[in-house]
T-cell receptor
């Protein structure tokens, strides 16, 4: 138990669907992150939130839309995804930026 | 890019042996972190070493950092089958803001 919970664990969706990934952290951390992990590629940072404010968007396509309603919850809204978006999406949190990050177990996303 | 690069990409050893994984990076850092990832799970933080430190220990783990060579190594002593996982280094660069940059990882297999 890392203190970071992601739901759902698995998601299969068509390219025209809209779905959302959810992340919740119970650690009292101030920073939250979305990462994409594809096979044989380094972990890719997508978004960073610090005290609920987005501080980084790593040139992510607009079909991915993050939302951080409070410091404990982070969402990733998905819309009109492409097959190459199939990957493991990981959420992480840290007390402050650049401190060790605590990861959830991810959502395995498959785009048909 | 100051992306960390792990070496080797894959390592297979027998239980009880030591495992050494290396990481190289390209620009100045504040700290370097090592993470492990079991199959189908999120990353777990193992150890953080600051740029002014040369060696750090945690249980069976020993991390070294050579900033002149821009490299780090992770040594796992007396390995166990449960150590089988992917191991990643991540660098916190002096100019990277809130971003941790991960390498592609080393897949360690410890055979019983």
């Amino acid at each position: 138990e890392t203190g970071v919970t992601q739901t759902p664990r698995h998601l299969v969706m068509g390219m025209t669907n809209k779905k959302s990934l959810k992340c919740e952290q119970h650690l009292g951390h101030n920073a939250m992150y979305w990462y994409k992990q594809s096979a044989k590629k380094p972990l890719e940072l997508m978004f960073v939130y610090n005290f609920k404010e987005q501080t980084e968007n790593n040139s992510v396509p607009s079909r991915f839309s993050p939302e951080c309603p409070n410091s404990s919850h982070l969402f990733l809204h998905l819309h009109t995804l492409q097959p190459e978006d199939s990957a493991l999406y990981l959420c992480a949190s840290s007390q402050e930026r650049n401190q060790p990050q605590h990861f959830g177990d991810g959502t395995r996303l498959s785009i048909l | 890019s100051q992306q960390g690069e792990e070496d080797p990409q894959a390592l297979s050893i027998q239980e009880g042996e030591n495992a050494t994984m290396n990481c190289s990076y390209k620009t100045s850092i504040n700290n370097l972190q090592w993470y492990r990832q079991n199959s189908g799970r999120g990353l777990v933080h193992l150890i953080l070493i600051r740029s002014n430190e040369r060696e750090k220990h945690s249980g069976r783990l020993r991390v070294t950092l050579d900033t002149s060579k821009k490299s780090s190594s992770l040594l796992i002593t007396a390995s166990r089958a449960a150590d089988t996982a992917s191991y990643f280094c991540a660098t916190d660069g002096e100019t990277s803001g809130s971003r941790l940059t991960f390498g592609e990882g080393t897949q360690l297999t410890v055979n019983p």
